[in-house]
């Protein structure tokens, strides 16, 4: 079982950024893949970056060139650096660790809350 703990959110005004922090613990010798989702309000969760423990990564197509996923192994740790913030950014972000090829099945961190205002 993987633990995983959020932080780094808050408000931020149209073009600004954030970073957002999280830490794995437990049993992190399996993690592979960690992962950023968001859920806005009334819409579903939805799959925002992922990293492999070799760097590669996969970024929704409406976070393309505003947001970088990084990680450092040696800390068991992923970041999401968020630039250029839209309004329509504005949701919960959650840390993930997926259970095999399933994220939904996977470990989730308690989420932080990103507001974008216009």
């Known amino acids: 079982q993987v633990q995983l703990v959020e932080s780094g959110g808050g408000l931020v005004q149209a073009g600004g950024s954030l970073r957002l922090s999280c830490a794995a613990s437990?049993?992190?010798?399996?993690?592979?893949?960690m992962a950023w989702f968001r859920q806005a309000p009334g819409k579903q969760r939805e799959l925002v970056a992922s990293?492999?423990?070799?760097?590669?990564?996969t970024y929704a197509d409406s976070v393309v060139g505003r947001f970088t996923i990084s990680r450092n192994n040696a800390e068991n740790t992923v970041y999401l650096q968020m630039n250029n913030l839209k309004p329509e950014d504005t949701a919960v972000y959650y840390c993930?660790?997926?259970?095999?090829?399933?994220?939904?099945?996977?470990?989730w961190g308690q989420g932080t809350q990103v507001t974008v205002s216009s």
């Open positions: 437990g049993s992190i010798f399996s993690i592979d893949i």
């Open positions: 993930n660790v997926p259970k095999g090829s399933s994220y939904l099945r996977g470990s």
């Open positions: 990293i492999l423990t070799g760097g590669t990564t």
